[in-house]
């Protein structure tokens, strides 16, 4: 079932108050409209009418059961592919323009801010690569100088989620190596276990053009959604420190990626 035109998902609540309930008020919840897909038992998230988004609410399935028990599964919220802009009042998708990959303008309630390409050996276009901030946490460095944004996009307090579209078909071996590769000197001999736990976030099936996945990041967590649409997380400050720095630091493994969420955070 297609969520409804005046329905919006947010994982806002999910990412700042994990396993609690926010209580509507019950104008709110006669409001309320429900994407009836089963989502396996592990979590719920409600949508609010157009009018009430930015509302959040997230449950386990018995906590919310218990309390509106008319209510069906609701599965996790993902980015949408199309906004519609007489519902939102947003700009539509932007395009990276060495693929032509779409970003939306919102995902699991950030936004959107820049764009870019990972290239290998110069000339192979792997994957684009779009990121995702809070502009209210955004808007105390936007002002100034880049080397601050640099600095706050390096501190995982700052929430964001990396959305990765592959650009090619990739065994999911060669992708999970790479990350590896680039993340394991910059943990400094701390915390590899999580390199493994990455590794078996992601299912034993290739990697296609056009398949997605998104790393939401948020102080020393980082939420895996792999391109089954499965979620994992990791509980490390130094895994979630050098992710950031894999994308943002001076060697980041896309610069025009880096460049561009650099002037879309000025921009906010």
């Known amino acids: 079932m297609m969520l409804p035109r005046s329905s919006v998902v947010t994982l806002r609540a999910f990412l700042s108050r994990p396993n609690k309930i926010v209580q509507p008020t019950k104008q709110q919840v006669s409001r309320l409209s429900y994407h009836a897909k089963g989502n396996g038992g592990n979590g719920s998230i409600l949508t609010y009418s157009s009018a009430l988004a930015g509302i959040a609410a997230v449950a386990t ?94 501190d995982p307090q700052y929430p964001r989620t990396i959305r990765i579209v592959m650009a090619r078909n990739l065994s999911i071996d060669k992708y999970t190596s790479a990350i590896v590769e680039a993340l394991k000197p910059r943990m400094k001999g701390e915390d590899l276990d999580k390199l493994d736990e990455f590794k078996k976030l992601n299912p034993p099936v290739d990697l296609v053009e056009g398949a997605v996945m998104e790393m939401t990041i948020r102080g020393d967590t980082l939420l895996y959604r792999n391109s089954a649409g499965s979620v994992g997380a990791i509980h490390s400050d130094i895994f979630c420190r050098a992710m950031c720095d894999v994308y943002y630091g001076d060697d980041a493994v896309s610069p025009t990626h880096k460049e561009n969420v650099i002037k879309g955070i000025k921009s906010i």
């Open 61 to 154: 399935f018995s906590e919310w059961n218990s309390k509106y028990p008319n209510s069906s599964n609701i599965s996790i919220a993902q980015c949408e592919p199309r906004i519609a802009t007489s519902d939102f009042g947003m700009i539509g998708p932007t395009s990276e323009p060495e693929t032509g990959i779409l970003f939306p303008r919102l995902c699991n309630a950030l936004t959107f801010v820049g764009c870019g390409v990972r290239v290998k050996w110069r000339f192979v276009k792997v994957y684009a690569v779009g990121t995702y901030v809070d502009p209210i946490a955004m808007n105390f460095v936007k002002n100034q100088s880049n080397a601050e944004i640099e600095k706050a996009l390096l």
